[in-house]
């Protein structure tokens, strides 16, 4: 029986060529590539821009009807990339029908649900308590004394740090993950409560006073600990919002 002919394939060339360079040879030193977070904010959006500009150039096209004509193609969305930073627009407001309550009273800081949120739409805050009672948006009810945040840095001389969790309105896709283990976990400090026409100016206002109430202070987070990690969100990137995808509802 002859040979099996050979499928032609145009990049083989190229595959070989670049693997070759690219197989590390017994014995060699690993290649070391240092790669730096920024430290201050990287995200500039300018979002009135972006929506000023969408709603000339792509709904303009659209309407006069000669978007698929004449609209060039995205250069992320041609080649299947998507932006890093573009979840920041990404917005559940209105597609959620629940959002998570907290629940401070039996809360204790462990940040559990911040860090199984896949959204990073919930988010937590420690701030010692006189700076906080100075805000005139402080609303006690909203903040947890914990053991953790309070108790602890008390015994070391520090004041005591009143500890929130923080819902992003615009983040938040309703899937209860978060009320989910902190259930699990025996707090049963957060639920599910469905939205009214109040509910998310309310979230709006609390989670502008999360932002405005400035960072939690280098003292209070443990930097061995992700989970104070998830604290510090002016040194990292972690706040664009994340997974983006709906929870689905079902309806087909
Ligand atoms: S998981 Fe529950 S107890 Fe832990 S920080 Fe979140 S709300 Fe508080
Ligand atoms: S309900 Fe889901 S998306 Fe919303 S804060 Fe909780 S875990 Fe995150």
């Given at each position: 029986m002859g040979e099996e002919p050979r499928v032609f394939n145009?990049?083989?060339?190229a595959v070989e060529e670049e693997l070759s360079v690219l197989t590390k040879q017994p014995g060699l030193p690993k290649d070391v590539h240092e790669a730096r977070l920024p430290t201050e904010s990287v995200i500039a959006l300018d979002v009135a821009a972006y929506v000023a500009d969408f709603n000339a150039r792509v709904i303009g096209a659209y309407e006069k009807g000669i978007g698929s004509q004449e609209l060039p193609a995205d250069v992320g969305v041609a080649r299947s990339l998507i932006p890093a930073g573009t979840a920041a627009l990404r917005d559940f407001s209105y597609l959620s029908a629940e959002i998570p309550e907290f629940i401070a009273d039996t809360c204790v800081g462990c940040m559990t649900c911040v860090t199984e949120c896949p959204d990073a739409a919930i988010l937590g805050k420690a701030i010692p308590a006189s700076r906080l009672e100075r805000e005139p948006e402080f609303d006690g009810t909203h903040w947890a004394r914990t053991r953790k945040y309070f108790d602890v840095p008390a015994?070391?001389?520090?004041?005591?740090?009143?500890?929130?969790?923080?819902?992003?309105?615009?983040?938040?896709?309703?899937?209860?993950?978060?009320?989910?283990?902190?259930?699990?976990?025996?707090?049963?400090?957060?639920r599910m409560v469905r939205k009214d026409d109040g509910t998310l100016e309310r979230y709006r206002r609390a989670f502008n006073f999360f932002r405005k109430v400035g960072p939690t202070p280098a003292e209070y987070i443990n930097e061995k600990s992700l989970a104070d990690m998830?604290?510090?969100e002016e040194s990292a990137l972690l706040y664009l919002g994340g997974a983006g995808s709906c929870m689905g509802c079902w309806l087909t």
């Amino acid at each position: 029986m002859g040979e099996e002919p050979r499928v032609f394939n145009p990049l083989d060339g190229a595959v070989e060529e670049e693997l070759s360079v690219l197989t590390k040879q017994p014995g060699l030193p690993k290649d070391v590539h240092e790669a730096r977070l920024p430290t201050e904010s990287v995200i500039a959006l300018d979002v009135a821009a972006y929506v000023a500009d969408f709603n000339a150039r792509v709904i303009g096209a659209y309407e006069k009807g000669i978007g698929s004509q004449e609209l060039p193609a995205d250069v992320g969305v041609a080649r299947s990339l998507i932006p890093a930073g573009t979840a920041a627009l990404r917005d559940f407001s209105y597609l959620s029908a629940e959002i998570p309550e907290f629940i401070a009273d039996t809360c204790v800081g462990c940040m559990t649900c911040v860090t199984e949120c896949p959204d990073a739409a919930i988010l937590g805050k420690a701030i010692p308590a006189s700076r906080l009672e100075r805000e005139p948006e402080f609303d006690g009810t909203h903040w947890a004394r914990t053991r953790k945040y309070f108790d602890v840095p008390a015994r070391r001389g520090l004041e005591g740090a009143l500890f929130g969790i923080f819902i992003d309105p615009t983040k938040c896709k309703g899937c209860a993950e978060c009320v989910e283990v902190c259930a699990e976990l025996g707090y049963d400090a957060l639920r599910m409560v469905r939205k009214d026409d109040g509910t998310l100016e309310r979230y709006r206002r609390a989670f502008n006073f999360f932002r405005k109430v400035g960072p939690t202070p280098a003292e209070y987070i443990n930097e061995k600990s992700l989970a104070d990690m998830m604290l510090a969100e002016e040194s990292a990137l972690l706040y664009l919002g994340g997974a983006g995808s709906c929870m689905g509802c079902w309806l087909t």
